[in-house]
């Protein structure tokens, strides 16, 4: 991984040289292939996407203007585009940034494909893809909507719809597998690796150290040196399981998981917001993997910990009756897919420790106050680095001290690890 400290880079100086007229025409003819239409392409415009900002690319929207043939009118479609950053003077970190976006453009290729087994609408359609780029649908012009700016946790209705868009997802990539006789997890295994839980992935490995360090101060056990005994000594080694569960199970059922179906990855039917399920984006950290893996990511990311327990029960039943419901429809039968709700539920349990460790981690950037990890990058973009990729151990703890909500959120997080390691062995 890189170790030099993101900084902005410009955009090219013409954004019209992001795609070519024959390109253009290429998008538009795939795009009113849909409705069985043809067109000319008069025009195209690129804009900015200044509502999207992150580390991976360049968000842009492309404007086609075109007639539809025996037709006078001008029309205007809105398209969204991804591309990576482009040349970034640090060449190993635009490199990186390329091998993901490579990985999110050949993925949309399948998604377009398992978009086929469904009548619900579960992810955007994907119209052009280049190696360093892709077009797809806006979705808002989609009629989806993102959840409000400063949104924490959500609520269960709110929980719904991600768990059916999952459900979907998940049945839809064992119907292609019927369909096609061909392994997702072999067929694009060079591009469903793991990139992120890994003992080389610096952003984990900073994150878990953080979280060993929390948890020897937890008020439950600061006081016991049997406890911290386990912590120093038995607890990484207990969390290294976590590295072989992210991969494909020889025990459970494997299909095509989004793994990062958090609040900011999902958004919401404008007009029916619970009832519709919602549209998944960003598919760059997708794997291979039982189900279970999206749902303890989902839950244990988008509510509090107090809240996960109280509707455990009903989050299933949500998730699962979605999943036979979809299995119904596309002519499959759970019990032959090693996906009967004893066996899910089973894999619930298996993969807890991933569900628990996975949500710690994360805590350590999602969840701090005040803007901090915003402000420090920047403000203090080296130290934004360092936080990120070598050390944020102090950091934490002191925001703890300074923040006590974020002390409690962090003792609650960690208090679900240690329920789930420590205390279950004592």
């Known amino acids: 991984m890189s170790t030099e400290p993101y ?12 795609f070519t007229s024959e390109e253009c025409n290429k998008i538009l003819s795939n795009l009113l292939a849909d409705k069985n239409e043809q067109g000319v392409l008069l025009n195209f415009d690129i804009v900015p996407a200044t509502e999207h900002t992150g580390f991976l690319g360049e968000y842009f929207h492309l404007y086609l203007q075109y007639q539809l043939e025996d037709q006078k009118d001008v029309q205007t479609s809105r398209l ?96 292609y597998e019927k369909q096609r006789g061909k392994t997702i997890g072999v067929e694009f295994k060079k591009w469903l690796k793991e990139v992120s839980v890994d003992p080389e992935v610096e952003w984990y490995t900073t994150g878990l150290r953080a979280v060993l360090a929390v948890a020897a101060t937890h008020p439950d056990v600061l006081d016991s040196p049997e406890a911290q005994e386990y912590i120093t000594q038995e607890l990484p080694r207990c969390l290294d399981k976590v590295y072989c569960m992210v991969n494909p199970s020889p025990v459970h059922r494997n299909v095509f998981v989004h793994r990062d179906a958090w609040n900011a990855n999902v958004f919401y039917h404008k007009e ?25 990511l989902v839950t244990y990311l988008n509510l509090e910990p107090s809240s996960r327990k109280k509707m455990m029960g009903s989050l299933i039943e949500t998730y699962y009756d979605a999943l036979a419901e979809e299995f119904r429809e596309m002519g499959v039968d759970p019990n032959q897919e090693q996906l009967s709700k004893q066996e899910f539920e089973q894999s619930l349990r298996d993969f807890s420790l991933f569900g628990a460790t996975y949500n710690c981690i994360a805590a350590t950037v999602l ?16 130290d934004f680095h360092r936080f990120c990729n070598v050390d944020r151990n102090a950091d934490v703890l002191r925001l703890m001290k300074d923040h006590p909500e974020f002390a409690d959120y962090m003792y609650e997080c960690v208090g679900d690890l240690l329920a789930l390691t420590y205390y279950k062995l004592n």
């Open 272 to 296: 029916k917001p619970h009832e519709e399920r919602s549209i998944l984006v960003d598919f760059q950290l997708c794997r291979y993997s039982p189900p279970a893996m999206d749902f303890h």
């Open 80 to 175: 969204f585009v991804k591309s990576v950053i482009f040349h970034n003077a640090n060449m190993e970190f635009y490199m990186e940034k390329l091998g993901l976006i490579k990985k999110e453009i050949k993925l949309y290729e399948l998604l377009n494909e398992l978009k086929k087994f469904s009548k619900h609408v579960w992810s955007a359609k994907c119209y052009f893809t280049r190696k360093d780029l892709f077009v797809m649908q806006n979705v808002k012009d989609m009629g989806f909507v993102a959840l409000p700016p400063g949104t924490r946790f959500l609520n269960e209705n709110q929980m719904g719809p991600i768990l059916k868009s999952l459900a979907t997802l998940h049945a839809s990539s064992i119907a």
């Open 367 to 382: 969840r701090l106050p005040d803007n901090y990890l915003k402000n420090l990058k920047n403000e203090h973009p080296e």
């Open 7 to 18: 900084s902005p880079v410009f955009t090219r100086e013409n954004r019209t040289e992001l």
